[in-house]
């Protein structure tokens, strides 16, 4: 008793530690992953809108300087028009572009760059502005030298600035993206030490627990086994007949019951074959139960060896056996099968030392012509197995053509 406490304890103290441990993890993943969180924010939403602005930016420039030169070259005063709503459409995009800037915030270097720019823009639009005018009083050759030496310039030193501004995002974003690998390596080493520490200390406790479960498995399995074994005995006895290994009545008025439902469903037929075993009283009580427990298990194999793998075959009691039959044509598919089993179990057999003569009469029924439910086929292959036994139908079989 003082061995098995001293077990419980350590047991119980060292799942203290590992639940600590794992708790300790946790909170230190949910912290990393947070500030992981924090960062790729920063690097995703800002840094990269800030890149997408500024591209945005340079394109509806290089538009609105596209646009202006359109106008310069182009005589026609209504394709000079279609020219000025683009001219005028790329500028609206530029100042939306730069006030979106503006609006997510500028470090001290970003506000001397965008200042920069701002000035530039102004002069821009200056030269821009003074072109239209000379486009507007019919001096073209002035707009186009004007373009040429001061608007085109300035653009191209307009996007060198945005471009030295793209440049300085992407450094931010990759100062972000470093401290970002740097928080998952410290994230990576503590969950590591922590992960191997609890998973040593469950293997311990894992390996003590074992060693006391071990014993109490195996004989938990050897019971599971055992119990298994008692329920396929049970349902073996519940449905198939001890001495024969057939179907016993239960089972095989279950099989019936679901054949009728089916051939009544699709229309189709079935049979039923009733075979009692001739002179069987007189075999018991000339040479014993035993002996006629060998008869009755040998016409149950030949009875089982000459019908279908889709039909069955089931002992109600004492010498009688029944034989379902689904999907036959008719009646004369029946007989056949009857002449089928009588040709395999009428013949003479050596038991124990003694000659018997098997011999066996049959009757049959068909669905739905002798009956609509299970009740009435038995009886009506009952009765016919008794006029067998008369003569009358044997006589009727043995005119049919096999």
């Known amino acids: 008793m003082p061995l098995q406490r001293g077990i419980s304890l350590t047991t119980g103290t060292a799942f203290v530690v590992l639940i600590a441990l794992i708790c300790g993890l946790a909170l230190n993943s949910l912290l990393q992953l947070q500030a992981l969180c924090t960062q790729m924010t920063t690097v995703v939403e800002t840094q990269n809108r800030k890149i997408d602005l500024i591209t945005q ?3 509806a420039a290089h538009m609105r300087t596209d646009s202006l030169f359109r106008m310069v070259l182009d005589v026609d005063p209504f394709e000079r028009d279609v020219h000025f709503i683009e001219f005028n459409r ?3 995009l530029v100042g939306s572009g730069r006030n979106a800037l503006r609006q997510m915030g500028f470090t001290a ?6 200042d920069d720019q701002t000035r530039l823009v102004n002069n821009i639009e200056s030269v821009q502005e003074r072109i239209i005018d000379l486009l507007n009083a019919e001096h073209g050759a002035d707009a186009h030298r004007v373009l040429v030496s001061e608007a085109i310039p300035m653009q191209e030193r307009f996007n060198r600035q945005l471009a030295d501004m793209r440049t300085l995002y992407h450094q931010a974003n990759l100062g972000a993206l470093q401290q970002v690998k740097q928080s998952y390596q410290r994230t990576f080493s503590f ?3 922590f992960s191997i520490a609890a998973i040593a200390l469950a293997l311990l406790i894992a390996w003590r627990t074992l060693r006391k479960a071990r014993l109490r498995s195996r004989l938990i399995r050897e019971q599971m086994v ?5 329920r396929a005995a049970l349902r073996e006895e519940a449905t198939h007949d001890p001495l024969t ?4 009545r239960r089972l ?3 099989r019936l019951h679901q054949a009728v439902r089916h051939a009544h469903r699709y229309g189709g037929k079935l049979g039923i074959l009733y075979v009692d075993l001739d002179r069987f009283k007189e075999i018991n009580d000339q040479h014993g139960h035993h002996v006629g427990d060998a008869v009755l298990t040998e016409v149950a194999k030949r009875l089982t060896a000459s019908i279908r793998d889709s039909d069955s075959a089931a002992r109600l009691g004492g010498d009688e056996f029944v034989v379902l039959l689904e999907e036959v044509q008719g009646r004369e598919d029946c007989i056949s099968a009857a002449h089928k089993i009588g040709l395999a179990v009428n013949a003479d057999t050596r038991f124990y030392g003694i000659d018997l003569e098997i011999a066996v009469s049959i009757g049959h029924a068909l669905y739905p012509d002798d009956g609509s439910d299970e009740d009435d086929l038995i009886r009506a292959a009952d009765a016919s197995m ?3 036994k008369s003569g009358y139908e044997c006589e009727q079989q043995q005119r049919l053509p096999f």
């Open 90 to 92: 790329a500028g609206f």
């Open 191 to 193: 969950t590591l030490a």
């Open 386 to 388: 008794y006029r067998a």
């Open 226 to 230: 055992e119990l298994e074994r008692s």
């Open 57 to 59: 930016t340079q394109v």
């Open 252 to 254: 095989f008025y279950d």
């Open 109 to 114: 270097a970003e506000q001397r760059s965008f």
């Open 245 to 248: 290994g057939l179907a016993n």
